[in-house]
């Protein structure tokens, strides 16, 4: 059974840049048809689907945060990092990796127990 484990900062600044981290075990982030991804939750709102690095290692971005986004991962650790540049207080969420099937958005069945971040100074 797959496992993922965010890790980072909890506290950012306005104007900086978030870095998270995900751990994976009990699955290899290259195995074919995998898609890892990062999901925000803002207080009060909805989910909200930011990005994807697919086991062949192309990504894929929402629209509205492509700008600031950047995933990427290091194949040698079986992890994945999201990078948000010029964070905002409206990009404090709690933050989650997770892994999806057969599509960067599709069928989830795996999720990190997901990492608060707040923005502020």
């Known amino acids: 059974q797959v496992q993922l484990q965010e890790s980072g900062p909890g506290l950012v600044k306005p104007s900086q840049t978030l870095s998270l981290t995900c751990t994976v075990s009990?699955?290899?982030?290259?195995?074919?048809?995998?898609?890892w991804t990062w999901i925000r939750q803002p207080p009060g709102k909805e989910l909200e689907w930011m990005g994807a690095i697919a086991y062949s290692g192309s990504t894929y971005y929402s629209p509205s945060l492509k700008s600031r986004t950047s995933i990427s991962r290091d194949t040698s650790k079986n992890q994945f990092t999201l990078q948000l540049t010029s964070v905002t207080p409206e990009d404090t969420a709690v933050y989650h990796c997770a892994r999806s099937v057969a599509g960067p958005d599709a069928r989830y069945d795996g999720w990190g127990q997901g990492i608060q971040v707040t923005v502020s100074s």
């Open positions: 009990g699955g290899s982030i290259t195995a074919n048809d995998y898609y």
